[in-house]
């Protein structure tokens, strides 16, 4: 038996309403605030995620779906969705639009990670992007709609962590310094600390043994390092997020698993997953355009996981789904005036469903009642009861609310409902 590849799933009926109820959230949300619609490919030129997400992070490493297109090309599918709209924008001279361009976008993206559960290896992001504006308030702004996003998506139990990476210059001497502290301490640490010094000294902050957490108290952190003026930015960020009322945990070891990051990153987090935790995140990205050969352009944004936002908003109550109209046949006679009734009831904006199966009459409305049809139209029952001329015309409508059942004309049908549901 073929199934669906590991780390992918099927978005079955009851789960595509509760997506497409989250996607209307991200329109009305995103697009009160400007940021508009836009829909890269699936698949880009591999060195764009290699040169725009870091040749060194764990996606371009380990994680890409890479293919040769036949022709000597190599593509990727997309792993995640900035760098590609960074590549739209400088492609589009969007650098001569009024700036900055708030693009906001939802799709499918891919990384070969070890499947759990939050974790697949082809999943949705929804994401926002404002590029050409150095502000707090852009970043500020970024934030708080993904806040309430996150809200009326309804995600539980959602912690911000906030922090600044100041430039890769400030981090390149902060790494410096903090690899330096660690040798001094080393004798005090854990043994998988200690080898790791040279190659990810940031993780010593996560480590649980007592010896390197109480060496780590005392660690050298990048905020307190920040240039002036970047020090100065984030304390702008934080005040319009204080002023908004949106609560956030300073963690100065907020490491994205992108290269591309600058000054302002976040996460928000909710304890209602497990391990993947993570529900959206993002932040500036100053030096991203360039390094794609665009003009020297400041960014900001997140993207988020609909997977992760629809596990950790736990299972609303499936959306009852309205059938107004079930068309029912008595006798192949009907089946013309059955076919234009369903249709011209859809025409009129009513849900009408047409008799598909070879079913008794019985059957028929015992499946009206299993799909939960407002009202049934029984067509072809005239022959039987000797009806001259319109014969097919003639139609029993039963409420299925009521249980009244009257004969009435295929005409009179859909008024007769339009009244009944919408007096
Ligand atoms: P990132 O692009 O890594 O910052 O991820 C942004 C968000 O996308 C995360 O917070 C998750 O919600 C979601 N996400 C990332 N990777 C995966 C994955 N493999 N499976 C499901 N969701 C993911």
Same mark, same amino acid.
Do not use: W
């Given at each position: 038996m073929i199934q669906a590849p590991k780390g992918t799933f099927d978005v079955l009926p009851e789960d595509a309403a509760r997506r497409e109820l989250l996607e209307g959230h991200a329109r009305?949300?995103?697009?009160? $605030?400007?940021?508009?619609?836009?829909? %890269?490919?699936? &698949?880009?030129?591999?060195?764009?995620?290699?040169?725009?997400?870091?040749?060194?992070?764990?996606?371009? *490493?380990?994680?890409?779906?890479?293919?040769?297109?036949?022709?000597? @090309?190599? !593509?990727?599918? @997309?792993?995640?969705?900035?760098?590609p709209i960074c590549r739209a924008y400088i492609e589009h001279g969007m650098h001569k639009l009024p700036q900055p361009v708030k693009l906001w976008y939802l799709g499918r993206y891919y990384r070969a990670e070890a499947p759990q559960r939050g974790r697949y290896r082809q999943f949705s992001q929804v994401g926002a992007e404002a590029i050409g504006s150095a502000t707090p308030e852009t970043d500020a702004e970024l934030i708080v709609l993904l806040a309430d996003l996150l809200e009326a998506g309804g995600v539980r139990r959602?912690?911000?962590?906030?922090?600044?990476?100041?430039?890769?210059?400030?981090?390149?001497?902060?790494?410096?310094?903090?690899?330096?502290?660690?040798?001094?301490?080393?004798?005090?640490?854990?043994?998988?600390?200690?080898?790791?010094? +040279?190659?990810?000294?940031?993780?010593? &902050?996560?480590?649980?043994?007592?010896? %390197?957490?109480?060496?780590? *108290?005392?660690?050298?952190?990048?905020?307190?390092?920040?240039?002036?003026?970047?020090? *100065?930015? &984030?304390?702008?960020?934080?005040a319009l997020l204080d002023d908004a009322g949106v609560s956030y945990e300073?963690?100065?070891?907020?490491?994205?698993?992108?290269?591309?990051?600058? @000054? %302002?990153?976040?996460? &928000?987090?909710?304890?209602a997953l497990g391990a993947q935790s993570g529900v959206g995140g993002g932040g500036r990205y100053d030096r991203l355009i360039e390094q794609l050969d665009g003009p020297p352009t400041p960014a900001s944004g997140w993207a988020a996981g609909i997977e992760r936002i629809l596990l950790a908003a736990g299972a609303p109550p499936p959306a009852?789904? !309205?059938?107004?109209?079930?068309?029912?046949?008595?006798?192949?006679? =009907?089946? @013309?005036?059955?076919?234009? !009734?369903?249709?011209?009831?859809?025409?009129?904006?009513?849900?009408?469903?047409?008799?598909?199966?070879?079913?008794?009459?019985?059957?028929? !409305?015992?499946?009206?009642?299993?799909?939960?049809?407002?009202?049934?139209?029984?067509?072809? +029952?005239?022959?039987?009861?000797?009806?001259? =001329?319109?014969? $097919? =015309?003639l139609v029993s409508l039963k409420n299925m609310e009521s249980g009244e059942q009257r004969d009435t004309t295929a005409d009179e049908v859909i008024p007769t409902i339009l009244r009944g549901i919408r007096p």
């Open positions: 009305k949300i995103l697009g009160a $605030a400007g940021y508009r619609r836009i829909e %890269t490919p699936t &698949f880009e030129a591999t060195e764009l995620f290699a040169r725009g997400v870091g040749e060194a992070t764990d996606i371009v *490493q380990k994680e890409m779906y890479t293919f040769d297109d036949g022709a000597g @090309r190599s !593509l990727t599918l @997309r792993p995640e969705g900035t760098a959602t912690r911000l962590h906030l922090s600044s990476l100041g430039t890769p210059e400030t981090r390149a001497e902060y790494r410096a310094e903090l690899v330096a502290y660690l040798r001094a301490h080393e004798s005090l640490l854990s043994d998988e600390v200690a080898t790791r010094i +040279d190659l990810s000294p940031l993780r010593a &902050f996560d480590a649980t043994d007592a010896g %390197t957490r109480e060496v780590m *108290q005392a660690a050298p952190k990048l905020l307190d390092r920040l240039a002036a003026e970047d020090a *100065q930015h &984030f304390a702008a960020v934080r300073l963690d100065p070891t907020l490491v994205r698993g992108l290269d591309y990051y600058t @000054r %302002t990153v976040f996460e &928000f987090a909710s304890d009852a789904e !309205l059938v107004d109209l079930f068309v029912a046949l008595a006798s192949p006679d =009907g089946r @013309r005036t059955a076919f234009e !009734l369903s249709r011209a009831a859809r025409r009129a904006g009513l849900q009408a469903q047409q008799e598909l199966g070879n079913r008794s009459l019985k059957g028929q !409305l015992r499946h009206a009642d299993r799909i939960g049809a407002r009202y049934v139209a029984i067509v072809g +029952d005239g022959a039987s009861k000797g009806v001259a =001329g319109g014969a $097919a =015309g």
